[in-house]
């Protein structure tokens, strides 16, 4: 044994070396790597305070003398009021709606047995592979013709359908892996179907539920196709579309671009900040699945 | 008898309001997709049958190919760029380290953020006038190198795909960085009693014990690239002159700006099936189960 410990000694010291003079190469990679991901959106963040000819003169800069202009006329001119709340009307509701749904769905595909159920459920599943871009021209037509375009309540039906396949396969995975003789107890206790559903399997798929609803959220808050073509009344538009119509309009008002696109950034980047940990592995769920 | 029919009738009512929104709005555009592509139709005055021709149209049309061409491009920078970034990176990360985490949180960053505020971000970096790019390029004496990157056909796509790459390394650095996790020390250890390197420990251990997360990241990326479209209709909105033009975006505006419902119905449907069988294909090739 004693050759073995002492070579392996060896090896750690000899290693140890090595680290240290290695440490500073990687390190410097690693924090070229984060300055390149996040400083631009530091950058904007800063330069949103300045004034423009500070903006003109000294961008890389702390702002010379702080000003929240660019925050009074941004709100303003891009109607960021407006947005913020259809935004977060229609991903609210979207969201609750497609995870419960969703969730009633998933408890009859994963606890019941019924001639249909591999069909049924394969069929959901088949949602994860539809191109949603095939389906802005379809999809502009039939809001039209049943008179949806245009409403306060359009995006959110598409948001529940492109997102229930996800949200089933990750709520079926999870509610099949409890025991059968949870609800046969419960059943034989008395408690309906719809019972053991609300009182059991509900708080028990508690994690898988987190997930999906993190998952609709951030999708939904992000949505930009659909609301492009669906939407184009400004008094019904969501965030990302005024923020690109409002940038369209404003091409060279910077300062205010900034400005704008800063205060959409907050809630999202508070939001990931808090529940970083439920958010990475949310969506790296849902990539890897979808 | 009377509960099983009681059941049927549960079952059936928890899983209606679930189909109903599925079919009628995932489903049905598909199909009806399918429908219209036949038709030339302004959308609105009535529609007329044309057979294939939409389609005749469209594969003789060179801008849909070029379309095709740029959507290629990005699945390649997808493929080769965000993959080989978020490996190196991931296993760079992947030692005791300090900071581990803040390098996952910043990596992972971009991900969340939503793709308009991204470009919209990007816009301003990239603008020739007072760009962060450019400021950049002056300030250390290079502003000969200055561009007008969006601005630019031979600089719009390169400048396009760049930000498409950084939008999602983050997102296969914590896929990586999961798989890694799972190498067992043990071996590692072993092949460094017996004087294996890190480079040598990486390429014959680490790598090939992850390869099936490699596969599936490569998948993800073509799948994803695919999807392009908020990101360069907020950006360039396929110009100038078309250089940054993709498939979905072309359906877009011969749909909307040339009010060709039919022709942009058939452009929809080619795009259906090409992503179905580029993702099919490249699971079957890389050997991955279908769903």
């Known amino acids: ?290 | 008898m009377n509960a099983a029919r009681n059941r049927k009738f549960f079952i059936f009512l928890g899983l209606l309001p679930a189909m109903v929104i599925y079919l009628i709005f995932a489903i049905l555009p598909i199909l009806q997709s399918f429908y219209f592509s036949f038709m030339e139709w302004d959308g609105f005055s009535d529609m007329k049958f044309v057979g294939l021709r939409n389609f005749s149209d469209m594969v003789e049309d060179p801008l849909f190919w070029n379309s095709v061409k740029n959507n290629i491009y990005v699945v390649l920078a997808s493929v080769f760029g965000q993959v080989p970034i978020a490996l190196f990176i991931a296993l760079l990360l992947n030692r005791k380290i300090k900071g581990l985490k803040i390098f996952r949180t910043i990596g992972f960053l971009p991900v969340v953020l939503s793709t308009v505020v991204i470009s919209l971000t990007w816009n301003l970096i990239l603008n020739s006038e007072n760009g962060l790019i450019n400021e950049l390029l002056r300030a250390i004496g290079l502003g000969g190198l200055a561009q007008n990157w969006l601005g630019d056909p031979d600089w719009a796509m390169i400048s396009v795909l760049g930000v498409v790459i950084w939008q999602f390394v983050g997102l296969y650095l914590i896929i990586f960085l999961a798989a890694l996790q799972n190498v067992p020390d043990e071996v590692l250890e072993a092949a460094k009693m017996d004087g294996a390197n890190e480079w040598t420990t990486t390429w014959k251990i680490t790598v090939p014990m992850i390869w099936d997360t490699i596969i599936v990241a490569v998948i993800l990326c073509i799948a994803g690239s695919l999807k392009t479209f908020d990101l360069i209709y907020v950006m360039t909105n396929g110009g100038p002159a078309h250089s940054t033009d993709v498939m979905a975006l072309y359906m877009f505006n011969e749909t909307f700006s040339q009010l060709q419902y039919g022709y942009g119905s058939a452009v929809s449907v080619f795009i259906f099936f090409f992503s179905l069988i580029l993702i099919a294909g490249s699971r079957k090739l890389l050997g991955q189960k279908m769903i």
């Open chain 1, 1 to 290: 044994m004693e050759p073995v410990l002492d070579q392996s000694t060896k090896v750690k010291t000899q290693e140890k070396k090595k680290l240290r003079w290695k440490n500073p190469i990687i390190y410097t990679v690693l924090i070229l790597f984060a300055l390149v991901n996040a400083y631009p959106i530091l950058w904007m963040v800063i330069n949103s305070f300045k004034t423009s000819q500070d903006f003109a003169n000294n961008q890389f800069g702390l702002p010379k003398e702080f000003t929240l202009e660019n925050y009074f006329s941004a709100w303003q001119t891009a109607n960021l009021g407006t947005l913020f709340t259809n935004s977060i009307f229609i991903v609210v509701t979207a969201t609750a709606l497609t995870v419960l749904i969703g969730a009633i769905a998933s408890y009859f595909l994963s606890r019941f047995t019924f001639k249909m159920n591999k069909f049924v459920y394969t069929f959901f599943i088949f949602g994860m592979l539809i191109p949603i871009h095939s389906t802005l021209v379809p999809m502009f037509i039939l809001m039209r013709n049943i008179g949806l375009l245009n409403t306060p309540i359009t995006l959110i039906f598409p948001y529940i359908a492109f997102h229930l396949p996800i949200t089933i396969f990750i709520l079926t995975s999870f509610m099949k892996a409890f025991p059968k003789d949870i609800e046969e107890s419960a059943i034989m206790d008395g408690c309906g179907i719809f019972r053991v559903f609300w009182s059991i399997i509900l708080p028990m798929s508690r994690p898988a539920l987190a997930t999906v609803l993190i998952l609709n959220f951030i999708y939904n808050w992000n949505e930009f196709s659909f609301a492009l073509v669906l939407i184009n009344d400004p008094e019904l538009q969501t965030l990302p579309l005024g923020l690109a119509s409002f940038a369209g309009q404003f091409t060279t008002n910077y300062g205010a671009q900034m400005a704008g696109l800063t205060m959409s950034l907050v809630p999202i980047l508070a939001f990931y900040l808090f529940l970083e940990k439920d958010i990475v592995k949310g969506m790296t769920a849902g990539a890897v699945k979808g």
